[in-house]
């Protein structure tokens, strides 16, 4: 049976300078177990009620979730309660073998960073929402490992080239 999942950080909260236009990341690790398939993490938050928050860019670092080096079969997905693959789909090679995933850069397989989103960035939120991994393929042979990354926002207002780490 699938288990919901919240991120090792996850009830960290969130900076919020509502309007000024700064932006902010929010760091998330998962201290991930053997996965099987419709498992979901609630990575972060996305307190998107009063003052809508934009998301901007997304990073994943993805360790080996499956082990079986013939014939691995991991696959997963980045999205919210909406759409769960919103914004990524893993790729061959992130979760199968490590890798990284940059939401709005191209990545190549020889760098092992692997890019391309579902859903154009920037993303409006005006509902408080989740940044949610789900696990849509299970391994052939489960891995524990871990999923740790960063989520680029800013509230309604011009985006500035400032970024801060929480």
């Not at 288990?3 to 000024?20: H, K």
């Not at 893993?90 to 850069?105: D, E, L, R």
């Not at 191209?106 to 409006?124: E, F, I, K, M, Y």
Request: glycine content about 12%.
């Amino acid at each position: 049976m699938a288990t919901a999942y919240v991120a090792d950080n996850y009830s960290v909260p969130m900076f919020n300078i509502a309007r000024v236009g700064v932006v902010l990341r929010r760091e998330f690790i998962w201290t991930v177990p053997a996965l099987i398939v419709n498992d979901t993490c609630k990575l972060c938050k996305i307190p998107g009620l009063g003052t809508p928050l934009i998301v901007s860019n997304i990073f994943l670092d993805v360790t080996d979730l499956d082990s079986d080096g013939a014939t691995p079969a991991f696959a997963g997905s980045l999205g919210d309660e909406d759409t769960a693959g919103r914004f990524m789909a893993i790729q061959t090679g992130v979760g199968q073998a490590a890798g990284k995933f940059v939401g709005t850069g191209s990545g190549t397989a020889a760098t092992g960073v692997q890019g391309g989103l579902l859903t154009a960035l920037p993303v409006q939120y005006n509902a408080n929402k989740n940044l949610i991994f789900k696990c849509t393929t299970a391994p052939s042979t489960g891995a524990t490992g871990t999923i740790k990354g960063w989520m680029d926002y800013h509230y309604v207002g011009a985006a500035s080239p400032i970024a801060l780490s929480v």
